[in-house]
């Protein structure tokens, strides 16, 4: 539902809205505790069966906005941590999560014949059912639930596309079988499995599913002494406003209070040039593939379905953590805030880099609801700072293909005898289909690109418009670069150590 304004997306802004307001001019627990009656005034309820409902849901949403365990009280005193002590926490593992309220408990997945059946004299979806659980009634398919196992025989033989699946929209989305149920039938992630890329929180029409944020913290460290920059990724092209430029959100951030602001494409140049290095230096000798490093959800679930050939998965960092270790060689005492569209930085940041290298993560739907509580206009901004960090291959790693077409450029310009094979997949459930050929040995040679968001990183949880126009515009901006590769960048960086 990328794209299109729903009561999910209004409701996740005001809070959002609320909690930097409230970081910012320092509310009361109490103050903070009475968010949800003025979202929701007394009357009739609007989207549950009362009011109070309704508000224990907007308690849970608050809870993880400010990056709060949900716990099980959600009363009217619900906020059970200090304020001073959360403004220093860090998210948990269990990134993403269920509001129980919310849940719906949707049906995991069943088959039911529509009005459109034509009662067709063939009725191969009778005669396909190895349980004789479908039968013609007054010339109609009818399936019986109690009798139906779930294969799908009759949906996949129905002339007429006349019977539907429906699922649950989050185990759907889900490629990782990250979500289970409780004893009332409502949805529950399992954190040990769940690699936090919020497939399933987009995919909920109920918004049910909620990542935590860190505003609270974010802006907490927007008003201490030390210095804060922003590192920006390079999806956020368009994702303001179709009139608001690159430029001008660079300039709503210095006027947030980020002291500096750079691009992640930036690190992204330098991790173009270590693989297309690492990919001709060791495969085929050492290594039978190489599989990209730069997208954290990926990356897990490549580590774990490799098995004995997870070597095959490059260890250079992340763009993220290329541009803030850059950062930081210059501005040792800065605090580093990553703004992208992805709910998996927020765990890359917290627990698989190593150097923590980023202090925060904030997605672009996140930081629009700051510009907006703090009453930034973007698209009326004069810009003060232009960005011009980094080339054509780094700026096109937010959309699929973009990691595999920077590489090979780099490649083809150290050596333009060598030929490459590539393969990209985009949603963890193509992604693990690749893995498996490639572990299997029917991917040798092949330099692989994985991306667990539709689009790639255009179509992350934290983003605000559809993909498909993400990708025309980080395209046209990347074009727009006056660098033509990454190994330009790559040099000055070697330089500037």
Known sequence: MR???????????????????????????????????EILVDGAPNYRETVEIEREIVRSRIKAAMNMEMGTRFDEHFIEEDLEQLRKKKVSRNLVTVIPQACEKCPEKSFFVTNACHGCLAHPCVEVCPVNAVSLIDKHAYIDQELCIKCGKCYDVCPYGSIVKNERPCNVACGVNAITKDSEDRAVIVTDKCVSCGMCMVACPFGAIVDK???????????????????????????????????????GLLQLGFDDVGEVAYGADITTVDEARHFLKHVPLDQPFLATSCCPAWLQV?????????YCVSDSSSPMVETANYLRRTFPNTKIVFVGPCSAKKFEAAYMDVHKSVDFVITYEEINAMFVARGIDLAKLEPT?????????GRGFAISGGVLNAVENVIRRIDPDRVVKVEKAETLHNCKKMLLLAKAGKRDNYLLEGMA???GCVGGAGTIIHQTRATSNVTNFARSSERSSALKTYDEVKLSK
């Open 453 to 455: 968001c539709p689009g």
């Open 385 to 393: 700072q232009k960005l011009n960090h980094a080339s054509v291959d």
């Open 3 to 37: 794209g299109v304004f729903t009561t999910v997306k209004f409701l996740r802004n005001e809070i959002f809205k609320s909690i930097t307001v409230a970081a910012y001019e320092e509310w009361t627990k109490e103050q903070i505790e009475n968010i949800p009656n």
């Open 213 to 251: 944020s860190e505003i609270y913290q974010l802006v907490d460290a927007l008003k201490g002494p030390d210095e804060v920059c922003a590192i920006i990724a390079p999806a956020f092209v368009g994702q303001f406003g179709d009139k608001v430029t690159p430029d001008q959100v660079v300039e």
């Open 302 to 310: 490549a580590q774990k379905e490799l098995g004995d050939k997870k």
